[in-house]
């Protein structure tokens, strides 16, 4: 991985080596819990409350998916929620882990695999919170970490019914989000030259080419309600049906305070 990130040039490898081992002992007493699949990140349950996401099974190439519903979710009360440290540390651990989990299932099938990840953005809109600088920050942070942590990981970013204003968060992301990760961003936006809403995963060029109609989940047009694995939804155990933007947490006022009595 290290090898094919830096183009074979061995000593600009060894450093990122070196930096990633550096990395992970300074972090080790939240970050080593990682290595294990079922393992659960800081702050993981609180934060779910806010923002919807999850890893969904694998694409026909073995590539493994990971779906942040991002038009149901609240990244802007959860910027206000929790801090910067604590939902970095949420989204670290999180791509720490997918890459344990594709660093094994490389080793036994002898295959590199990486992360498709899938955003949703059915839902998002200015006064949603959706553009909240806070959070396009934290994913910033996170993907620059992961080019020396993860290299090789993701396989590809893939756009789901971008909303109207999303040029306008495209933009934003590039001012913080690395280049690699980028380059490697495909928008589906249902055909007909419009944003118009997917219906199956057909309509989606990128989708229909990586997944089978019954593994795609239904808010994404496939037919997967998971309801075999005896689970509510396909993402964070949370109900496919959900289109619109999730309620707040009950304790959310409360968190507001604690956070405000903090500083």
Known sequence: RYLLSSKSDVDKAALAVQKAVEYRKTNDSWLRAAREEHTVAPDDAAIAEYIKVGRHKRTTDGNLVFIVRLGISRPSDAASAFT????????????????????????????LSRVVSIIDMTGVSLSSGHTDRRFFKILGEN?????????????????????????????????????????????????????????????????????????????????????????????????????????????????????????
């Open 84 to 111: 910067h440290e604590q939902l970095l540390k949420r989204q670290a651990f999180l791509t720490e882990q997918n890459y344990w989990i594709c660093d094994r299932y490389s080793r036994e099938t002898g295959k």
């Open 143 to 263: 993907s620059h970490n992961s080019e020396f942590l993860h290299p090789q990981l993701l396989a590809k970013m893939v756009i789901y019914n971008p909303p109207g204003i999303f040029k306008v968060m495209f933009s934003l992301a590039k001012l913080f989000v690395s280049q690699r990760t980028i380059e490697k961003v495909a928008v589906c936006t249902g055909g007909g030259g419009g944003l118009k809403k997917i219906k199956t995963a057909e309509k989606c060029p990128v989708a229909g080419s990586l997944f089978a109609q019954d593994s795609l989940p239904s808010f994404l047009g496939g037919d997967c309600t998971c309801a075999e694995s005896g689970l509510q939804g396909c993402v964070a155990n949370f109900s496919n049906a959900q289109r619109t933007q999730i309620p707040l947490p009950s304790n959310h006022a409360q968190r507001l305070s604690e956070r405000k009595s903090a500083k």
